[in-house]
């Protein structure tokens, strides 16, 4: 059973910068995409950034570019998401997905397992 776990989020200003992890548990995770999605209150689930696991291809949501980075410490089975540069419209509940997939999609659908999700919240 594919278990994933996010934390890191919380309260920051604008300008500011939060980490958020992802550990991933149940099988390993060679053929594997892993992303972050967020949602903010009455709007659909949206695609951030994306990685291979084995490749490490990444891939983002372009408002984000520049901004986020999304990298995987195969070790821990961890999965990041380093958030700086944050403006008020980062504000959403940020989940964490994974698939087993070749290529890294960007619709929700896609998306076989789910973290519970955790609170960034970005004050102007």
């Known amino acids: 059973q594919v278990q994933l776990v996010e934390s890191g989020g919380g309260l920051v200003q604008a300008g500011g910068s939060l980490r958020l992890s992802c550990v991933a548990s149940?099988?390993?995770?060679?053929?594997?995409?892993m992303a972050w999605f967020r949602q903010a209150p009455g709007e659909e689930r949206k695609f951030v950034a994306g990685?291979?696991?084995?490749?490490?291809?990444?891939d983002y949501l372009e408002s984000v570019k520049g901004r986020f980075t999304i990298s995987r410490d195969n070790a821990k089975s961890t999965v990041y998401l380093q958030m700086n540069g944050l403006k008020p419209e980062d504000t959403a509940v940020y989940y964490c997905a994974a698939v087993s997939r070749a290529s890294i999609p960007n619709g929700p659908e896609n998306y076989a397992y789910w973290g519970q999700g955790t609170q960034v919240t970005v004050s102007s």
């Open positions: 990685i291979r696991w084995i490749s490490r291809y990444t």
């Open positions: 149940g099988r390993t995770f060679g053929g594997y995409v």
